[in-house]
C-alpha cells in the first residue's frame, strides 16, 4: 500500500547499519594475504591454487592486495586442507613439530 509523505515525516530508512561480523579484521586480511602468497608456491601458482578453490583470477589479484573475504578465506582453508585459524594467523610452528603442543614428530636417533 502506498502511503504519501508529508514534508513534516521524513520517510523512513529500510535499511540499518552493516553488521562487521563477517569482515576480516585489518590483521587477519594481512595474515590471509601472507597465507595466499605461500599457498602460491606450495600449489605452484595463482591459477592452480585459484582451480582448486574454484575461485576467478579477478578475485585472488583482489585478496592478494588484502581485500580479501571471509568466504574466500572458507574456500582457500577447504582447498587447501587447513583451518580458518591457520589461514587467518601467522602463528609460525617449528617444522617436524607438533602444532598444539611443541612436541618434535621425528623420532630421535638416540637409542637408550
Same mark, same amino acid.
Not at 578475485?59 to 580458518?84: C, D, I, P, Y
Not at 610452528?93 to 638416540?110: D, E, W
Given at each position: 500500500?502506498?502511503?504519501?509523505?508529508?514534508? #513534516?515525516?521524513?520517510?523512513?530508512?529500510?535499511?540499518?547499519?552493516? $553488521? #562487521?561480523?563477517?569482515? /576480516?579484521?585489518? #590483521?587477519?586480511?594481512?595474515?590471509?594475504?601472507?597465507? /595466499?602468497? !605461500?599457498?602460491?608456491? &606450495?600449489?605452484?601458482? +595463482?591459477? !592452480? /591454487?585459484?582451480?582448486?578453490?574454484?575461485? !576467478?583470477?579477478?578475485? +585472488?589479484?583482489? *585478496?592478494?592486495?588484502?581485500?580479501? &573475504? @571471509?568466504?574466500?578465506? +572458507?574456500? @582457500?582453508?577447504?582447498?587447501?586442507?587447513? =583451518?580458518?585459524?591457520? $589461514?587467518?594467523? =601467522?602463528?609460525?610452528?617449528?617444522?617436524?613439530?607438533?602444532? =598444539?603442543?611443541?612436541?618434535?614428530?621425528? *623420532?630421535? &636417533?638416540?637409542?637408550?
Amino acid at each position: 500500500m502506498l502511503r504519501l509523505v508529508g514534508k #513534516d515525516e521524513p520517510p523512513k530508512k529500510r535499511y540499518g547499519r552493516r $553488521i #562487521d561480523v563477517h569482515r /576480516l579484521t585489518s #590483521d587477519e586480511r594481512k595474515s590471509f594475504a601472507l597465507s /595466499l602468497r !605461500n599457498l602460491r608456491a &606450495s600449489f605452484g601458482s +595463482w591459477r !592452480n /591454487l585459484a582451480e582448486a578453490a574454484h575461485v !576467478n583470477m579477478s578475485t +585472488w589479484k583482489r *585478496a592478494a592486495a588484502g581485500r580479501g &573475504s @571471509v568466504g574466500l578465506a +572458507w574456500q @582457500v582453508a577447504k582447498a587447501a586442507g587447513m =583451518t580458518m585459524e591457520a $589461514i587467518l594467523t =601467522t602463528k609460525l610452528t617449528i617444522a617436524g613439530a607438533c602444532a =598444539t603442543c611443541g612436541r618434535s614428530l621425528v *623420532a630421535s &636417533s638416540k637409542t637408550p
